[in-house]
């Protein structure tokens, strides 16, 4: 561990393998022709929450969870249900998206570094808010043991788009192994767009992501790791 490790208070975990294939901020450890279906932030209630994890099991679909540490502290402080986890026992990828929301850039490398640790998720794959990077924000990243996985797909849902229109967007403009960005407040996270999607996506000849189901990938969905590995098995 380095001095300015030890100095911000950082456990770093093992970082993520080395790939033959080079590393696509973009897609993150999808090297498959899959959509990866994301969102970040926080959702409206955890029973909303809950049902799209229940669904995504159910349909053995692989969605990326992004919540914030404070989203995550303020749920389990009113109902004890703590967002990453409840996603990973699903078989969902949880992902970091920083304590509170900030533009990295603003931070030193140490002050990114402290805004990836808990409550935020703990893993080793995140998003920066507003996909904001530069060199501060990716030495943050590397000393915390992270690499940035950000999109390449925006379905500016945030703008109060209606459900039809995130779906459509998505349907639209999704391609082999992108990765789609939402967010769990708006209008795309419940279980009938998720649907509309997925058969949407189908029906252009693209699948999406599917849920953890072990490292060979076969069997029924169980809990996803921590960690994930450096080529999702989507």
């Known amino acids: 561990m380095s001095a300015l490790a030890l100095a911000v208070g950082v456990l770093i975990p093992a970082a993520p393998s080395a790939s033959a294939a080079t590393y696509n901020i973009n897609r993150g450890p999808n090297y498959t022709s899959r959509v990866v279906l994301t969102f970040d932030d926080c959702p409206r209630t955890v029973t909303a929450f809950l049902n799209v994890m229940a669904w995504a099991k159910r349909t053995n679909t692989g969605l990326v969870i992004a919540p914030t540490g404070d989203c995550q502290r303020k749920f389990r402080t009113q109902t004890g249900v703590h967002l990453a986890t409840a996603a990973r026992q699903n078989g969902q990828y949880a992902i970091n998206h920083s304590i509170s929301h900030p533009d990295l850039r603003t931070l030193s490398c140490a002050g990114v570094a402290r805004q990836l640790r808990a409550p935020g998720v703990v893993t080793n794959y995140g998003r920066p808010p507003y996909g904001a990077m530069n060199a501060a924000v990716s030495c943050g990243y590397r000393l915390a043991g992270m690499r940035p996985w950000l ?56 699948q999406v992501c599917r849920a953890y189901r072990g490292t060979d990938n076969v069997g ?13 098995q989507c």
């Open 151 to 206: 999109w390449n797909v925006d379905t500016r849902d945030w703008t109060g788009r209606t459900q039809a229109a995130v779906v459509s967007h998505t349907v639209q403009n999704a391609y082999r192994g992108s990765t789609v960005l939402m967010h769990m407040q708006w209008n795309g996270f419940n279980p009938t767009a998720l649907a509309r999607m997925k058969s949407g996506l189908g029906a252009r000849g693209l």
């Open 220 to 232: 029924p969905v169980v809990t996803s790791p921590t960690y994930l590995p450096a080529r999702l």
